[in-house]
Nanobody, 114 residues
Framework: VQLQASGGGLVQPGGSLRLSCAASAGIFSMMGWYRQAPGKQREMVAILSSDGGTNYVDSVKGRFSVSGDIAKRTVYLQMSSLNIEDTAIYYC???????????WGQGTQVTVSS
């Protein structure tokens, strides 16, 4: 199973970006996004469950939106009103139903700077 994330880049404060992630195989219970800023631990940003449920870290609520189709192995992260604190490497993650295995994408850099 391979996860391919894309869509990162450089954006000014207040701007928007959309991240995409596609998995090559697998049947997942959830897909989502994590991020790791320099000197900080990796944190959950937003997850999408196979039942359609979503969960967000408090700092992005109202600004980020996770969507996708778990059955088609795709997940997206629409990020708006970006601020400097959102600068990080963003990783796509997927958990399989069978065996509860975790798979990670390679990460995509998001830099918010003026």
């Amino acid at each position: 199973v391979q996860l391919q994330a894309s869509g990162g880049g450089l954006v000014q404060p207040g701007g928007s970006l959309r991240l995409s992630c596609a998995a090559s195989a697998g049947i997942f219970s959830m897909m989502g996004w994590y991020r790791q800023a320099p000197g900080k631990q990796r944190e959950m940003v937003a997850i999408l469950s196979s039942d359609g449920g979503t969960n967000y870290v408090d700092s992005v609520k109202g600004r980020f939106s996770v969507s996708g189709d778990i059955a088609k192995r795709t997940v997206y992260l629409q990020m708006s009103s970006l601020n400097i604190e959102d600068t990080a490497i963003y990783y796509c993650k997927a958990n399989t139903i069978i065996g509860r295995r975790e798979y990670w994408g390679q990460g995509t850099q998001v830099t918010v700077s003026s």
